[in-house]
């Protein structure tokens, strides 16, 4: 089992930037995927992206070109980049890991979940 604790969110202006980070402790995060979801007010939790244990990056059709995700094993992190804010990105962010994952998109794949950030993207 692994501890995530997501950090970087809060209020943000649309047509900015931000580096969400998902910090991982009680293992290695070096044989996880990560994925990243999120959840907006009134909505179902949504797909953003992830990455395998061993690299690869997938995001959700619909976000493709904002979204960036990236990993550092040596920190023991992985990183959401949004760019180009819109009002429409504000949502709970949640990071979760999957032991040998291949990046899905099935947030029941995932057996390890962040508590969640809040982004707030402001118009």
């Known amino acids: 089992q692994v501890q995530l604790v997501e950090s970087g969110g809060g209020l943000v202006q649309a047509g900015g930037s931000l580096r969400l980070s998902c910090a991982a402790s009680?293992?290695?995060?070096?044989?996880?995927?990560v994925g990243w979801f999120r959840q907006a007010p009134g909505k179902e939790r949504e797909f953003v992206g992830a990455?395998?244990?061993?690299?690869?990056?997938y995001y959700a059709d619909s976000l493709k070109g904002r979204f960036a995700i990236s990993r550092d094993n040596a920190k023991n992190t992985v990183y959401l980049r949004i760019n180009s804010l819109k009002p429409e990105d504000t949502a709970v962010y949640y990071c979760?890991?999957?032991?040998w994952g291949r990046g899905n998109s099935d947030p029941d794949r995932y057996t390890d979940w962040g508590q969640g950030k809040q982004v707030t993207v402001s118009s």
């Open positions: 009680g293992r290695t995060i070096r044989t996880y995927a």
């Open positions: 979760a890991a999957e032991d």
């Open positions: 990455v395998s244990w061993s690299g690869g990056t």
